[in-house]
């Protein structure tokens, strides 16, 4: 594949990544005291995704196998933060068997497939489970009234990344088949959506980990 084929958004993209592997660097002390600990490690787990896709776009290999990937490493590490972030325990049972329910399904759906093909049914129902997570830490967070200042609170921020870029996937990836292999260039540029998604996604990721010194001092207070 010619890298000047790329469009500049798919760079920028990848260049967004930096921002949340900065900040979680310079707050690591913090963010190690928090759930956010999870978000920091899942960003460098798609540092080393970012790496082996530019090297196969590179050398013009197929890498539609890691979006197949993509999907478990998504429904374990959030499913996981969630788990810590959400209060309930009935809400935490329910996140547990949700994420077990999904990699069945992905495993399932996977096997006999073509790994380097994106398999819409699988990732799609991966984006629904964590749409659905994400609303339900929501909903505890409008429910509860215990923050003052949204915009200061962490997991505000990681929700908002959540719902953002899953809930616009979503629909992108019902018809992943058809972009994939559709050789209508118009099709192709209509992928490259996903990256400006994933954009704001990983800045508001940053933002989430700027704000963990807040988070940790809110803990103290209320000790």
């Known amino acids: 594949m010619t890298l000047l084929l790329i ?26 005291q928090t759930p956010l600990k999870i978000i920091f490690y899942y ?28 999907a478990y490493t998504d429904v374990l590490f959030w499913g996981y933060y969630y788990y810590l972030v959400i209060k309930e325990r009935l809400n935490r049972r329910f996140i547990v068997t949700l994420s077990i329910v999904t990699l069945s399904v992905v495993i399932w759906v ?15 129902m991966v984006n629904i489970t964590m749409i659905i997570i994400a609303l339900m830490f929501f909903y505890q967070l409008l429910n509860s009234l215990e923050v003052e200042n949204l915009f200061k609170y962490a997991h505000f921020w990681i929700g908002i ?18 972009i994939s292999y559709n050789k209508n260039k ?18 508001f990721l940053g933002a989430g980990l700027w704000y963990s010194k807040e988070l940790v001092q809110s803990k103290t207070s209320v000790k």
């Open 161 to 178: 990344a959540v719902l953002v870029f899953f809930s616009g996937v979503f629909f992108m990836l019902i018809f992943a088949d058809y």
């Open 43 to 70: 960003c460098f787990v798609f540092a080393f995704y970012e790496i082996v896709g530019w090297v196969y776009a590179i050398n013009g290999w197929r890498n539609h196998f890691l979006a197949n990937s993509v």
């Open 110 to 124: 996977h096997v006999g497939h073509d790994y380097n093909r994106v398999n819409s049914l699988a990732v799609s």
């Open 7 to 32: 469009p500049p958004i798919t760079y920028i993209s990848s260049l967004t990544l930096i921002i949340p592997i900065i900040i979680g660097i310079i707050n690591v002390k913090t963010i190690h």
């Open 186 to 203: 118009n099709i192709v540029q209509y992928w490259y959506l996903k990256d400006y998604l994933l954009s704001f996604h990983r800045i």
